[in-house]
């Protein structure tokens, strides 16, 4: 719906201003834009492509391959419900039934009220504490139906506000590269000798 | 935030969920039993930066000299040697960067996601060591995305650093200098594949690169000399630096040092996150031993186990007494991987286990090499009729002549007594693919149409031949 907020054109420089090539700051311009508008925006990705100098096709391409970016809106929680091996041994498909019973949607889409969205998610990297979800990116492990009907009923409540932000948010830590200590990109090709701590090359083997 | 850990449901977790301390050498868990193992005043209280310092009181080649003497293979699955990888750059080519590769998202796999969230320092200290030694002048820690915690936690241990002179600019006061900079991914595991990293690194859609010729040391990122190291085998550098070469090579075996992190996750009595002696620990040790997961839930039988993540060929009961030793598990016919053991007791639906990895793989496929793209789609779909009931007998041959077209010659499997295979096909295997992606969806098929053919034959009903009349006949 929107381009970046001034705050987060702000961000978005501070980010693009670490990589010797502003492409690479994609990946991270675009969870910028889902954290502000819970999914990336058609608008935002011509903004961004913008501020890397690229085209918005080339920001759209990228986009798309990635998993995690939505192009609609989303829930405010994505419950995603890992059903790789670890998790499927322990009973992730009665774990997954349960929640589309109980939600009234089938996997891969969201609540009329537009706050839950339900996913049948690939390995979280959490396989011994089987089987395990993730509400917006935040675990609960070795999950029953019973604590996923008590999970469903504080995303209703809103008890879980402060401790799950909305789809979108990743870390609530950012990393600031203060300018006095940090080194800063340099452009691969204006680099032709060794670093600082590297002996120049005599011609004796390495 | 809370003092009491992470609690779900009502439950309230330990700090670092799933991981089992027990009497074994810690080189890279040492600082898991502490609550703020991931805070800078811990990490200096236990030792922390002090194998940078050693580091920094030494030449390059001379540190890079010790990690070569140590060993330390890599942790990411290929099980290379770090300090081989770093001297496979091109003399005289700068600048050369260093990459992350926090990415972890093979099934099974959980360890350096705890490394991550539990010890961030150390695994920054790690990566300024490699940076020290290699001549690596930027350092880039890709975190998977779905990783939240990790990220916020590497995140704020960066900060700290950088505010503490540990990164950045002249650390600790000598000429090294390096940015470390925090990237996180967004759903793709084959970014975890080397190259595939470095094209989301760079920008683009996560795809692997034609290699060889030009490995990432050579050409890697913005075409530059890149050495992509895995998070668990950085970590091991500040212990190796603080202690010697000498020292961490007495633990373990000659040709695999050290320790490992391994998961062992499905059907145990108590799943868990364990460091273990390298090349001496048995599979039998682990799934067994009381210090580790204590036997099958409910006594029930060993069925078969994934000894390697979701791409290594299965492993059955006689296969047990293997030690985590990388030559002796190829030569069985599977691989080590990423540390990451998925066991199956007597009660489990074979093909049904295998058809959620061989789901895996045909989900996360890229899309780059038709062999891939179609054979693992097709062999998921075919495996499915086959789970549902509606398989044709035609179907078994069928998903080997597809898997045939990604793995070319004989698949790697292991042997069996229950079968009556003597002998093991022993890994790795030949591939019409890029990268691992497409192999790794044949693999769980393969092994459980090797070892378990007679549960798929029971899911077939038979035909009933309808008799027609030929014209003419």
Redesign the interface.
């Given at each position: 719906m929107s381009r970046l907020s001034d705050a987060n054109v702000s961000l978005a420089k501070e980010i693009i201003g670490?990589?010797?090539?502003p492409?690479?700051?994609?990946?991270?311009l675009?969870?910028l834009a889902q954290e502000q508008d819970g999914y990336v925006a058609n608008d935002a990705m011509a903004h961004i492509a913008d501020l890397?100098g690229?085209t918005s096709a080339e920001v759209y391409?990228?986009a798309t391959?990635?998993?995690?970016?939505k192009f609609e809106p989303v829930g405010r929680y994505v419950v995603?419900i890992c059903?790789?091996?670890?998790c499927?041994?322990?009973g992730a498909d009665a774990l997954i039934h349960h929640a589309e019973e109980r939600l009234g949607i089938k996997a891969g889409s969201t609540t009329p009220d537009g706050l839950i969205t339900l996913e049948h998610a690939?390995?979280?990297?959490?396989?011994?504490?089987?089987p395990c979800l993730?509400v917006?990116?935040?675990?609960?492990?070795?999950?029953?139906t019973?604590?996923?009907d008590?999970?469903l009923d504080d995303l209703t409540s809103g008890a879980l506000e402060s401790e799950i932000p909305p789809h979108g948010t990743?870390?609530?830590?950012?990393?600031?590269?203060?300018s006095?200590?940090?080194?800063?990109?340099?452009q691969?090709e204006d680099?032709?000798?060794?670093?600082?701590?590297?002996?120049e090359?005599s011609g004796a083997p390495? | 935030m809370s003092a009491a850990g992470?609690t779900?449901?009502?439950?309230t977790?330990p700090w670092t969920?799933?991981f089992i301390a027990g009497d074994r050498p810690q080189i890279v868990t040492s600082r898991f039993e502490h609550e703020d193992s991931y805070t800078l005043d811990r990490f200096l209280a236990t030792g922390g930066y002090d194998g940078l310092k050693a580091a920094l009181a030494r030449?390059?080649?001379s540190v890079h000299e010790e990690v070569r003497s140590a060993t330390v293979l890599g942790r990411g699955g290929a099980g290379f040697p770090a300090g081989v990888k770093w001297?496979l750059t091109p003399?005289?080519v700068?600048?050369r960067y260093l990459v992350v590769n926090g990415d972890?998202?093979?099934?099974?796999?959980?360890k350096?996601?705890l490394l991550m969230e539990r010890d961030p320092h150390q695994l920054i200290e790690g990566c300024l060591i490699a940076c020290?030694a290699a001549?690596l002048?930027?350092c880039f820690l890709y975190i998977?995305?779905?990783?939240?915690?990790a990220?916020?936690r590497v995140?704020?241990a960066?900060?700290e650093a950088?505010?503490a002179?540990y990164?950045?600019?002249n650390i600790l006061g000598?000429?090294?200098?390096?940015?470390i900079?925090?990237?996180?991914?967004?759903?793709?595991?084959v970014v975890g594949e080397e190259t595939a990293l470095i094209e989301?690194?760079?920008?683009?859609?996560?795809m692997p690169r034609l290699k060889p010729p030009f490995f990432p040391a050579a050409i890697g990122l913005?075409?530059?000399p890149t050495i992509v190291n895995n998070v668990e085998t950085l970590a091991n550098l500040p212990w190796l630096l603080r202690n010697g070469a000498a020292a961490y090579t007495t633990i373990g075996t000659e040709t695999s040092p050290g320790t490992r992190m391994v998961?062992?996750?499905?059907?145990v009595k108590r799943?868990?996150?364990f460091e273990i002696v390298n090349g001496t620990t048995t599979f039998r040790d682990l799934i067994y031993g009381d210090e580790f997961c204590q036997g099958i839930r409910d006594d029930n039988e060993l069925k078969a186990f994934?000894p390697g993540g979701?791409s290594a060929p299965w492993f059955v009961p006689d296969q047990l007494d293997l030690p985590f030793e990388n030559k002796l598990v190829s030569a069985a016919g599977s691989m080590l991987g990423s540390g990451?053991i998925?066991v199956?007791d007597s009660t489990?639906d074979i093909p049904?286990?295998a058809l959620?990895?061989a789901?895996?793989y045909a989900?996360?496929s890229?899309g780059k090499c038709v062999p891939c793209r179609e054979g693992g789609t097709w062999l998921e779909r075919i495996l499915q009729r086959v789970v549902d009931g509606h398989g044709a007998p035609e179907d078994l041959d069928l998903m080997l002549e597809v898997g045939a077209s990604i793995c070319p010659g004989a698949f790697p499997h292991a042997s069996s007594e229950r079968v009556g295979l003597e002998t093991a096909v022993p890994f790795p295997y030949k591939m019409t693919t890029i990268c691992f992606v497409g192999p790794s969806a044949y693999a769980p098929i393969n092994s459980a149409l090797v070892l378990f053919r007679d549960e798929f034959e029971a899911k077939i009903k038979p035909r009933i031949r309808i008799p027609v009349a030929v014209a003419g006949a």
């Amino acid at each position: 719906m929107s381009r970046l907020s001034d705050a987060n054109v702000s961000l978005a420089k501070e980010i693009i201003g670490r990589y010797p090539r502003p492409k690479s700051a994609l990946i991270p311009l675009l969870h910028l834009a889902q954290e502000q508008d819970g999914y990336v925006a058609n608008d935002a990705m011509a903004h961004i492509a913008d501020l890397i100098g690229h085209t918005s096709a080339e920001v759209y391409g990228t986009a798309t391959f990635y998993e995690m970016f939505k192009f609609e809106p989303v829930g405010r929680y994505v419950v995603n419900i890992c059903g790789t091996m670890s998790c499927a041994l322990m009973g992730a498909d009665a774990l997954i039934h349960h929640a589309e019973e109980r939600l009234g949607i089938k996997a891969g889409s969201t609540t009329p009220d537009g706050l839950i969205t339900l996913e049948h998610a690939e390995c979280q990297a959490a396989c011994t504490e089987a089987p395990c979800l993730q509400v917006n990116y935040r675990y609960r492990y070795r999950v029953t139906t019973g604590q996923l009907d008590a999970l469903l009923d504080d995303l209703t409540s809103g008890a879980l506000e402060s401790e799950i932000p909305p789809h979108g948010t990743l870390a609530r830590v950012r990393q600031h590269i203060p300018s006095d200590r940090g080194v800063g990109p340099r452009q691969p090709e204006d680099v032709t000798t060794p670093p600082p701590w590297i002996p120049e090359q005599s011609g004796a083997p390495a | 935030m809370s003092a009491a850990g992470p609690t779900s449901g009502g439950v309230t977790y330990p700090w670092t969920p799933g991981f089992i301390a027990g009497d074994r050498p810690q080189i890279v868990t040492s600082r898991f039993e502490h609550e703020d193992s991931y805070t800078l005043d811990r990490f200096l209280a236990t030792g922390g930066y002090d194998g940078l310092k050693a580091a920094l009181a030494r030449t390059p080649t001379s540190v890079h000299e010790e990690v070569r003497s140590a060993t330390v293979l890599g942790r990411g699955g290929a099980g290379f040697p770090a300090g081989v990888k770093w001297g496979l750059t091109p003399q005289g080519v700068w600048p050369r960067y260093l990459v992350v590769n926090g990415d972890e998202s093979e099934p099974g796999t959980y360890k350096d996601r705890l490394l991550m969230e539990r010890d961030p320092h150390q695994l920054i200290e790690g990566c300024l060591i490699a940076c020290y030694a290699a001549g690596l002048s930027q350092c880039f820690l890709y975190i998977r995305g779905e990783m939240a915690l990790a990220q916020e936690r590497v995140a704020a241990a960066l900060n700290e650093a950088y505010a503490a002179g540990y990164v950045g600019r002249n650390i600790l006061g000598s000429e090294l200098s390096v940015d470390i900079v925090m990237q996180w991914g967004a759903g793709a595991y084959v970014v975890g594949e080397e190259t595939a990293l470095i094209e989301s690194l760079e920008g683009n859609r996560g795809m692997p690169r034609l290699k060889p010729p030009f490995f990432p040391a050579a050409i890697g990122l913005y075409g530059q000399p890149t050495i992509v190291n895995n998070v668990e085998t950085l970590a091991n550098l500040p212990w190796l630096l603080r202690n010697g070469a000498a020292a961490y090579t007495t633990i373990g075996t000659e040709t695999s040092p050290g320790t490992r992190m391994v998961a062992v996750s499905g059907h145990v009595k108590r799943p868990g996150v364990f460091e273990i002696v390298n090349g001496t620990t048995t599979f039998r040790d682990l799934i067994y031993g009381d210090e580790f997961c204590q036997g099958i839930r409910d006594d029930n039988e060993l069925k078969a186990f994934v000894p390697g993540g979701g791409s290594a060929p299965w492993f059955v009961p006689d296969q047990l007494d293997l030690p985590f030793e990388n030559k002796l598990v190829s030569a069985a016919g599977s691989m080590l991987g990423s540390g990451a053991i998925m066991v199956m007791d007597s009660t489990t639906d074979i093909p049904y286990a295998a058809l959620t990895l061989a789901r895996f793989y045909a989900h996360e496929s890229c899309g780059k090499c038709v062999p891939c793209r179609e054979g693992g789609t097709w062999l998921e779909r075919i495996l499915q009729r086959v789970v549902d009931g509606h398989g044709a007998p035609e179907d078994l041959d069928l998903m080997l002549e597809v898997g045939a077209s990604i793995c070319p010659g004989a698949f790697p499997h292991a042997s069996s007594e229950r079968v009556g295979l003597e002998t093991a096909v022993p890994f790795p295997y030949k591939m019409t693919t890029i990268c691992f992606v497409g192999p790794s969806a044949y693999a769980p098929i393969n092994s459980a149409l090797v070892l378990f053919r007679d549960e798929f034959e029971a899911k077939i009903k038979p035909r009933i031949r309808i008799p027609v009349a030929v014209a003419g006949a």
